[in-house]
């Protein structure tokens, strides 16, 4: 047998390692010299980005996730419970493989669901953990929460600096992800599933993998998210906004990309500050929403697809001139 | 003879509908086979049992003695055995590259003659190297139909099974797949054709079966096999002949 020539390889490293340094260098300022305030905002982003980016992988195979609060409580709850027999790292480990496996088992039986079916029943999933974590309350605590690890003693720079290295963390797997013959699998997978088949495109194994990577990385931002307050209770780490936000995040920003999640993560969060600003903390939804609605129907590519545009049409006239 | 594709009491079913009705089909290897028959008559359901996209009622199908049915699509392609569809699928927004690449990286090179080692070598031996980077949506349907064949090539496959690969295509484009066609065979790839076109069944294949409403209706050499009394019925009813059009 002929080798066969490999398009990628470590290409696709090379050409993100830019937008990794960027996020570093960002965060990192922010999180050693910002304000106490932009700390504690972009802790918030980076989690929701985080969560973003995992429901982004899950969707570029076309499984439409409205579920990804279920995965993040699970992350949340099983460090927690965990710390106690496990340690700091034995609990994050073993936590998110849980929540690894039980993304697997869920994927593996959510297979012949499409489209909003499949979205619906990842919602109902997430609706149905919650009441999970109140019954079985000798181990997750009940209404009354449970007190996870609070990282670096509560220190917000320290926290922030972590939250900063996961993200990235997610951002590199996001890019395996995206790497041409990934990418196209997806696409064929997500838009001509027959052609992906009959190109023997492992269909059934990469939806599997892409549900149990994409609900691992919701549970380490749910992992996080417990770890910089040090309470959580059930309507809490399993709050349905979990699953809302990344999906509007991700539109926002741009699917199918890694920075369309970060770019619509701090642009949905800035709005949000400013506009509390301007009209004060109760009528700021309305004009949030009415953006998001305004920006998701005017550029159906996001943000990070009307950027490329514009780039586009400069360098185009750039050449002409 | 060895036997390649083994078709044992095939029945596949759409509802009440009997698509495939206990068929039973063997296929010598290394021959260009026709597959004809009116429409309707399960052409291409065979083919879609064949490469596991139709679930099977009853019967098995085996391919170079392993067992083919109950396999998922994608594992029966990286067996050898690759298909185009009838009507072009069409991912507009990928180029010819991605397309014969993709399907490269995931499957396993079977055919001996074949030396592609790239996406360019399948191109150009379909002639479509100016085609690399153009993007699908901007391609004719010739243009599809060739990216089609080079797909399945791209599979590295043992047996290809060319779902009208020639319909709605002008006499200059036929004659230039059919050439590409021989040439495929040449390197020593089997191949099983649907076609209406009589011309081109005659002039390509070694064998053929025909089939209708399910069911094989006869096997042989295809100038004889299109005189049959029988065959001549079911194409065009009791009193005219092939040789009267």
């Known amino acids: 047998m002929m080798e066969r020539q490999s398009v990628l390889q470590m290409g696709w490293l090379a050409r993100s390692w830019v937008s990794y340094l960027i996020v570093l260098l960002c965060g990192g300022l922010l999180a050693l010299y910002g304000d106490p305030f932009y700390v504690q905002i972009t802790l918030g982003i980076t989690i929701l980005t985080i969560l973003a980016i995992s429901w982004d992988i899950l969707a570029r195979t076309g499984q439409i996730s409205f579920g990804t609060a279920a995965f993040f409580g699970i992350g949340a709850y099983s460090t927690a419970i965990l710390h106690v027999y496990l340690g700091v790292i034995g609990s994050w480990l073993i936590g998110i493989i849980l929540a690894i496996i039980i993304a697997l088992l869920f994927g593996r039986a959510l297979l012949k669901l499409q489209g909003m079916y499949f979205a619906i029943t990842t919602f109902a999933f997430s609706l149905a953990l919650p009441v999970v974590a109140l019954v079985l309350s000798p181990i997750t605590g009940g209404a009354a929460g449970i007190t996870p690890y609070v990282f670096w003693g509560g220190n917000r720079r320290l926290q922030l600096l972590m939250c900063i290295l996961f993200l990235i963390f997610a951002m590199i797997i996001s890019d395996w992800f995206l790497q041409l013959r990934l990418r196209v699998a997806a696409f064929l997978i997500r838009s001509h599933p027959e052609l992906a088949f009959s190109s023997g495109i492992p269909v059934v194994k990469t939806k599997i993998i892409t549900f149990g990577v994409s609900g691992g990385l919701a549970a380490l931002a749910g992992a996080l998210y417990g770890g910089l307050y040090g309470f959580i209770v059930p309507e809490d780490a399993f709050n349905p906004l979990w699953s809302v936000l990344p999906f509007a995040i991700a539109l926002l920003g741009g699917v199918d990309s890694t920075l369309g999640p970060i770019i619509g993560g701090v642009v949905l969060r800035i709005l949000e500050e400013k506009t509390k600003d301007l009209i004060g903390s109760y009528g700021y939804q309305l004009v949030v929403g009415a953006v998001i609605i305004l920006c998701i129907t005017l550029m159906p590519d996001g943000i990070l697809g009307l950027l490329k545009r514009i780039v586009r049409q400069c360098t185009n006239l750039w050449k002409k001139s | ?245």
Request: net charge neutral; charged share 20%; aromatic share 4%.
């Open chain 2, 1 to 245: 003879m060895e036997e390649e594709l083994v078709i044992q009491n095939v029945s596949v079913h759409f509802g009440g509908l009997k698509a495939l009705d206990n068929i039973s089909i063997t296929c010598p290897p290394k021959k260009i086979i026709g597959l004809i028959g009116p429409n309707g008559a399960g052409k291409t359901t065979l083919v879609s049992a064949i490469t596991g996209f139709a679930t099977l009622a009853s019967g098995e199908i085996s391919f170079r003695g392993k067992k083919l049915s109950g396999l998922s699509p994608n594992l029966i392609t990286k067996c050898g055995i690759a298909r185009t569809f009838q009507i072009p699928i069409i991912p507009k927004k990928l180029n010819v590259r991605e397309i014969l690449d993709t399907a490269m990286a995931y499957t396993e090179h079977h055919a001996k003659g074949i030396g592609f080692a790239s996406p360019e070598g399948v191109a150009s031996f379909c002639r479509m190297t100016q085609l690399l980077d153009t993007e699908c949506r901007s391609l004719n349907l010739p243009q599809l139909k060739r990216l089609e064949l080079a797909r399945v090539l791209a599979c590295g496959p043992r047996i290809i099974l060319i779902d009208e690969v020639m319909a709605g295509l002008g006499i200059q484009d036929t004659q230039d797949t059919l050439v590409l066609l021989q040439e495929i065979y040449k390197l020593s790839v089997g191949i099983l054709v649907i076609e209406h076109v009589m011309s081109v069944i005659t002039t390509l294949c070694d064998y053929v079966f025909v089939m209708s409403n399910g069911k094989l209706l006869t096997e042989g050499v295809p100038k004889e096999v299109l005189r049959s009394p029988e065959v001549q019925k079911v194409y065009l009813g009791e009193d005219i002949s092939f040789d009267d059009i």
